[in-house]
């Protein structure tokens, strides 16, 4: 007895038809409905928002805004406060990122033990992670006190005379970034460790029995291994850096002299003290630029240290 296929219920003949390769279920796209609609409400909309606001002269108690064009970058351009936050900004990038890059690896090599003082100690230092930066700039402004302070305890028992580095127009910014530093060091240090356990033992194992010394081990197993995490933890830190604004007003606000004001600073001044939304605008466009173009150029640099390692290999 046979059975045709006419015969046989509509979903059985759709299940015996050979699924043609390629054919996009749109119902899949539910899934990431959700997603799709608020990465578009909170960012896609607030940057083509901002974009517009940039391009027009805003004003925020009669609602009024009148499109003037790049009129607002052009007096950006000529702005000396501007020029200054931006050339803070950078080099607090510059200051911190390589140090939450070195030390991170360096604690993660020394941590990465399994005992009771490893586990004690990591615990210390990501302690500071987690603290606001209220309670870390009140800290920090106690210990740089000119004359009660402990750096000026310690310059007076060296004799020395004291010094506060945030009233320095040289050492207000650098200060800063020692703060940064001493305050998000475990993430780093936290992501290396994380990395550091993924390696496997055999490979050291290998080492030590070609003799191979530490830095040997390092600059030939570790390092290689961790490629990836460094290039993690590098645009990371960019990205968060380029957003330095809590320790600046809190310890300098700015100054002295505009020595240690950064951009996102800038822009908030700007905007929520001048009411220049549009001028404000203009200036979060140019950091969301400078954010790009050093997370590209990071980026392309990570790739092209693993494509020469990979040809040197």
Same mark, same amino acid.
Not at 7 to 13: E, N
Not at 165 to 173: C, D, I, R, V
Not at 233 to 255: K, P, Y
């Given at each position: 007895?046979?059975?045709?296929?006419?015969?046989?219920?509509?979903?059985?003949?759709?299940?015996?038809?050979?699924?043609?390769?390629?054919?996009?279920?749109?119902? $899949?796209? #539910?899934?990431?409905?959700?997603?799709? +609609?608020?990465? =578009? %409400? !909170?960012?896609? &909309?607030?940057?083509?928002? *901002? @974009?517009?606001?940039?391009?027009?002269?805003?004003?925020?108690?009669?609602?009024?805004?009148?499109?003037?064009?790049?009129?607002?970058?052009?007096?950006?351009?000529?702005?000396?406060?501007?020029?200054?936050?931006?050339?803070?900004?950078?080099?607090?990038?510059?200051?911190?990122?390589?140090?939450?890059?070195?030390?991170?690896?360096?604690?993660?090599?020394?941590?990465?033990?399994?005992?009771?003082?490893?586990?004690?100690?990591?615990?210390?230092?990501?302690?500071?992670?987690?603290?606001?930066?209220?309670?870390?700039?009140?800290?920090?402004?106690?210990?740089?006190?000119?004359?009660?302070?402990?750096?000026?305890?310690?310059?007076?028992?060296?004799?020395?005379?004291?010094? $506060?580095? #945030?009233?320095?127009?040289?050492?207000? +910014?650098?200060? =800063? %970034? !020692?703060?940064? &530093?001493?305050?998000?060091? *475990? @993430?780093?240090?936290?992501?290396?460790?994380?990395?550091?356990?993924?390696?496997?033992?055999?490979?050291?194992?290998?080492?030590?029995?070609?003799?191979?010394?530490?830095?040997?081990?390092?600059?030939?197993?570790?390092?290689?291994?961790?490629?990836?995490?460094?290039?993690?933890?590098?645009?990371?830190?960019?990205?968060?850096?380029?957003?330095?604004?809590?320790?600046?007003?809190?310890?300098?606000?700015?100054?002295?002299?505009?020595?240690?004001?950064?951009?996102?600073?800038?822009?908030?001044?700007?905007?929520?003290?001048?009411?220049?939304?549009?001028?404000?605008?203009?200036?979060?466009?140019?950091?969301?630029?400078?954010?790009?173009?050093?997370?590209?150029?990071?980026?392309?640099?990570?790739?092209?240290?693993?494509?020469?390692?990979?040809?040197?290999?």
């Amino acid at each position: 007895m046979t059975t045709t296929l006419s015969a046989l219920p509509a979903a059985a003949r759709a299940s015996s038809q050979p699924k043609v390769k390629g054919v996009q279920h749109w119902s $899949n796209a #539910l899934f990431v409905l959700p997603f799709v +609609l608020v990465y =578009i %409400a !909170l960012l896609v &909309v607030p940057v083509v928002t *901002g @974009l517009w606001l940039s391009l027009n002269d805003v004003d925020v108690l009669s609602g009024d805004r009148a499109f003037i064009g790049l009129a607002n970058f052009a007096r950006l351009w000529h702005d000396d406060i501007f020029r200054g936050a931006i050339r803070n900004t950078f080099l607090f990038v510059l200051m911190t990122t390589p140090a939450f890059v070195a030390l991170g690896l360096a604690l993660a090599l020394a941590l990465n033990r399994q005992d009771r003082v490893g586990t004690a100690l990591r615990t210390i230092f990501f302690g500071s992670s987690v603290l606001s930066v209220t309670i870390v700039t009140l800290v920090w402004r106690l210990v740089f006190m000119t004359d009660k302070g402990l750096l000026a305890n310690v310059m007076h028992s060296l004799g020395l005379a004291s010094i $506060n580095p #945030l009233t320095s127009s040289a050492l207000a +910014l650098p200060a =800063i %970034a !020692l703060v940064t &530093v001493w305050w998000i060091i *475990g @993430l780093p240090m936290m992501l290396f460790l994380a990395a550091l356990q993924q390696i496997p033992e055999e490979i050291y194992e290998a080492a030590a029995m070609d003799n191979a010394g530490r830095w040997r081990t390092f600059w030939s197993i570790t390092l290689p291994q961790l490629r990836k995490t460094v290039a993690l933890v590098a645009i990371i830190e960019v990205i968060l850096q380029f957003q330095l604004f809590g320790q600046a007003q809190l310890m300098t606000n700015g100054g002295p002299n505009n020595s240690s004001r950064p951009l996102v600073q800038f822009i908030y001044e700007a905007g929520f003290q001048q009411w220049a939304l549009g001028y404000s605008a203009a200036a979060a466009q140019v950091l969301f630029g400078l954010m790009l173009i050093g997370v590209a150029l990071q980026m392309w640099i990570s790739k092209r240290g693993q494509t020469q390692s990979g040809e040197s290999t």
